[in-house]
Structure formats: structure tokens, C-alpha cells
DNA sequence: CGACATGTTGATCTCGTTCAACTTCCGTGG
DNA sequence: CCACGGAAGTTGAACGAGATCAACATGTCG
């Protein structure tokens, strides 16, 4: 779909400011690495630091690995994110694509070098950093306090702001979910049989239809927000 | 213990550029609201945007407020940390101090805008929230895929890194937790009996021992790890 | 020293897991 | 275009880690 300069191209467009130099694009170029990853690969991408990640098209997951065999997904990326990727610590991190998918990665620490003195950029990065934790943070509420069924409404709704398109004036929203029930469960801390019962649950309740395996009605996007454990007031 | 130039002093020293000029910094310091707070009370501090606040001394939970009575702490924090409290949304936020602390409050936005162009804070700033997301992440990941005592090692191990004090060459380590049982359980998205029978149980393993309600000391950190959930290599 | 918060321990229950069988979806090749 | 096969998803039954309910112990502060 893109090729090598379009990628960098729409990174550029995105998130360098307007008014950068030639130069200065080159080489914030020089510094990245483009990939190409098919639906269902992995990629390790630790060079002994941090990287940071500009999704071209697709959608990706951000992978941990605990001891054994255990899988968290951190969090789901899509077209124009940006997000850090740590190097191994007491956790390996890894990428996966959902979908094929294109991104650039650079690393970390040089990326910050090149950016010294650069108000705008490092603001933008704060700005994305900043959405990452936030969104970090409702994971942890998540995890920490909500029932099946309230993980996996708060998951659709927190899809739905991303990647959802509104059908009748915002009242209900259509999915097209890149990931399986496995990453989704991965993702709330649930196996996948919890899942399919939580999507059947509310299948029978009215609140949700399916249609195959990544096609998702939101009917109501009320209910499921008063279902979703969160501030009434929020709604 | 501090009193109001103190801290935005040490404030100052911190996280603003040694170069800064005078007048930058009563700029800063006129934006800033010095907050007392006493063990065991709340502060709600939203002022209609996000916040940024630096500890002067004490301790600190994050506390994030789902909809019906449950609490999930979100983070702890220590003096000199830096950390952004949300404006409510989905979930309201609210600061509580474990013990007498001192921090500085400013307006999320309005700072950023004092910060125009000081690549120097921004940077700071930038380290600060990616340190602030990898604790987070790291909570995720204790909280969607670990067990009772895997959360319980992880955590002791996260804070004998912040607050601990190391007794024989690091093999072992003294902790003074500030915060009650039922602050750990909210925390690691247990109940306080959960905790409480985890500390049993480490005890009789002879991994740690425990002095009144807040002393403990990790008898050994290797054998933590080993039993944190993380992976042997980073042990 | 005494009172009451905080913490511990025990018994039972429950939500989500595990193990297992079955069904549906969807890409592939005839 | 359809039929086939395997992967993904669903559903059911039994189990278990942690929650809940309840009683008791201990630490800390007045």
C-alpha cells in the first residue's frame, strides 16, 4: 500500500512541524527504519534501548511477555499512532500486526538527540506520551476493578472513539475489529472463552450484533456506557 | 516540615534548567498552588483541566474512583516525583497523602504554555510522563496476567527501588511502607484479605518479615524475583 | 493503659478459568 | 462457484483462585 517515502512522508506530515527544514527532515529519515509486517508477525525491534513507532497504515498490537507463556497486550495501535516500544527489562516487548501493516521505528535515545532544542516536536511527543498513559491509567481500572462484562464494554467503546464509524447520529457505532477474541482477551485479562460468553451476554441483551468474526453493532451506545463501570456523569 | 518557597525551591532545582532566568522562574511560581495535605485526606484539584504535580515530601496515592465505591489506586508517589492528575472523565481522580505532604499543583495547560520553546522542561517533562507510563504498563501487566503473590513480589520489588533502604550489599532490603493494607489492595486490584494472607504466607516462606504495620524487610530480593512473575533473565 | 483502627485468619461462595466438545467462518483449490 | 479443511469462535460442565462474610488479634494513639 505505501511504499518507503510515502510512509516517512505522512510521519512528516503528522508529527514534524511544518516549518522544518529540509535538512533537518533528512535526517530525522536517516534515523528510521521502515517495516513491513504481515497480519499475524511478530517483530522484537530491540536494538539494547527504547524505540519509538509511527504506524503508517494498519493496526498493530503492543505485546508483553511475562514468565511463561503468559501474554498481556498493553495496547492496540492504529493509522498515524505513536508509541514507545521498551527495551527488555523485566518484561520482553514485542509488535505484532493484526493487519499488514507499515511503520517506522526509531530509536529512541538518537531520536530525542535530534529533537534537542525543538520545542515542537518535543511537545508533540509529550502530547502523544501523555495519551498513552492516559489510556494506560483506564487500563489499570480496568483490570484492577471492572467485571467481564464491563471490561469488554469499556474495550468496545474505547475502540468505537478509534476506529469506529458512527451510523444513526452517534446513537450507535459499527466496528470492523482487526483483532481476534484471543487478543482481546490478552488485552482485559480474560481468557477466550470469557470473552465469547461476555459477546453473547450482550448479543442477548440488545446491546451489541455481530457479523462474522470482526463485525460489531454497537445498538446503543448509552447502555453500554452505563454497563462500562464508569461515572454515570460520564455518559 | 517545608514551608512555601521551600518547596517550589526544591521544585526549582529539579525540574527547571539551571540557566533559567529569575524571571522565568516567578512566572512558574506564580502559576503554582502549594497544597498541604494531611495523612489521609483527599484533594480533588480539578480545575477544569488536567494538573501537574510535584511532590515536596510525603507520599501520595493517585486514586481513581469507578463508579460505585470501588477505588483503584492508580500510582503512589514519592517526594520529587512528578506525575499528571487527569481531569475527570470516564473515571474521577482524586489525590490522596498517605502521610503530612507538601506538593506543588499547577494547571496542566497553562504550563505548557509558559513552556513554550524551553526545549529543557519539555525534555524533562518527556521523561518524566515516559517514566510515569512504563510504571503503568508494568501495573497492566501485573494486574491482567499475574496472581495474587506474583502482584504482591512485583510490588514490594517496585518499591524497595523507590523507597527502599538496602541492608547487606543489596542481597536483602528494609522497607517502611507508608501505606495501609487496603491502599496495597486497591493498588494491585486485590481485597485486603487477599494481602494479608500473601504476607502470611510470604513469612512463613521466610522471603520476608515484617516489623508492626509498616516495616518490611525482603529477606531476599533474588528469590522475590524469581517469584515476581517477570522473567528469570532480568533476575 | 485502654480503645478502636488496622490487620489476620477461617469458612463459604462466586466469577472467571479450565477442559472438552461442538459450530461457524473463511480462505483455498478443485 | 462450491466444497472442503482447518482455524477461530461458541457453548457446556467442573474446578479453583480470590472475594465475601464473619470472628478474632494486634498495633498504635489518645
Chains 1, 2 share one sequence.
Not at 483506564?138 to 469506529?164: H, V, W
Amino acid at each position: 500500500m505505501s511504499d518507503t517515502t510515502d510512509i516517512f512522508q505522512r510521519f512528516s506530515r503528522c508529527l514534524l512541524p511544518s516549518d522544518l527544514s529540509a535538512e533537518a527532515r533528512i535526517e530525522y529519515a536517516a534515523l528510521a527504519r521502515v517495516h513491513t509486517l504481515k497480519a499475524d508477525c511478530a517483530s522484537q525491534l530491540d536494538d539494547g534501548g527504547d524505540s519509538l513507532v509511527f504506524v503508517g497504515d494498519g493496526a498493530i498490537k503492543l505485546v508483553a511477555h511475562a514468565s511463561d507463556e503468559r501474554e498481556q497486550v498493553v495496547a492496540f495501535y492504529f493509522a498515524e499512532d505513536l508509541l514507545t516500544v521498551p527495551a527488555n527489562g523485566a518484561h520482553r516487548y514485542s509488535l505484532s500486526a493484526l493487519r499488514n501493516t507499515n511503520f517506522l521505528a526509531f530509536p529512541y535515545g538518537p531520536f530525542l538527540e535530534r529533537s534537542q532544542g525543538h520545542s515542537e516536536i518535543l511537545e508533540t511527543l509529550l502530547n502523544r506520551h501523555a495519551l498513552s498513559l492516559k489510556r494506560s491509567r483506564e487500563k489499570t481500572i480496568a483490570l484492577g476493578r471492572k467485571t467481564a462484562s464491563e471490561r469488554l464494554a469499556s474495550f468496545l467503546l474505547g475502540m468505537a472513539e478509534r476506529i469506529g464509524t458512527s451510523a444513526d447520529a452517534g446513537a450507535s457505532m459499527l466496528l470492523d475489529l482487526p483483532m481476534s477474541r484471543r487478543d482481546i482477551a490478552d488485552s482485559l485479562g480474560l481468557t477466550i472463552e470469557t470473552v465469547s460468553r461476555q459477546f453473547s451476554l450482550m448479543r442477548e441483551r440488545g446491546l451489541i450484533e455481530t457479523q462474522g468474526r470482526s463485525g460489531v453493532l454497537l445498538s446503543s451506545m448509552s447502555a453500554l456506557k452505563q454497563r462500562s463501570g464508569s461515572l454515570q456523569s460520564a455518559a
